[in-house]
């Protein structure tokens, strides 16, 4: 998570939401990794975990991640949170809440809705603090710039 907080700083000095995220396989090693990129490639779905998700399933071979954890900074909104179930991902760890936007329990959890046809095990709160500081800061830095 650390080397995940360290590359969502990066990115948000680049003017992105400060989120970076990966996937792992069974074995531990990284087979796709993301940061947010709305800003720089206009794209609206352009968040962390989409793109980390797409790049494992291009290395797997397969679309079904079942076997594999994503990692991420920030926990993933609505769109994400379905994507994730979509790819039946095994694991899902993340640092801060979305208290405005969070789908796996900040807000909703689409994990445990009746329409959720796979279940994965959610694990929050790993270094919360630093991820909760690192995107408080950037946001206030940015409302401050558009006033």
Known sequence: ?????DRAQ???????VPVSAVV??????CIGHGRNQRMKKNDPIGHAEI???????????DWRLNDCTLIVTLEPCPMC????IQA????????????????LGG?????????AHHKMAIKKGVLK??????????FKKRRSFNS
Do not use: P
């Open 10 to 16: 990066a990115n948000g000095e680049e003017g992105e």
């Open 129 to 138: 603090e630093q991820a909760s500081l690192q995107l408080g800061e950037w």
């Open 107 to 115: 807000t909703i959890d689409l994990s445990k809705h009746e329409s």
């Open 81 to 84: 949170a379905a994507a994730l």
């Open 88 to 103: 039946r991902v095994g694991q899902v760890i993340y640092a801060a809440s979305d208290f405005k936007r969070g789908a």
């Open 24 to 29: 792992l396989d069974s074995d531990g090693r």
């Open 1 to 5: 998570m650390k080397i995940l907080l």
């Open 51 to 61: 793109i980390a998700i797409r790049q494992a399933a291009w290395i797997k071979n």
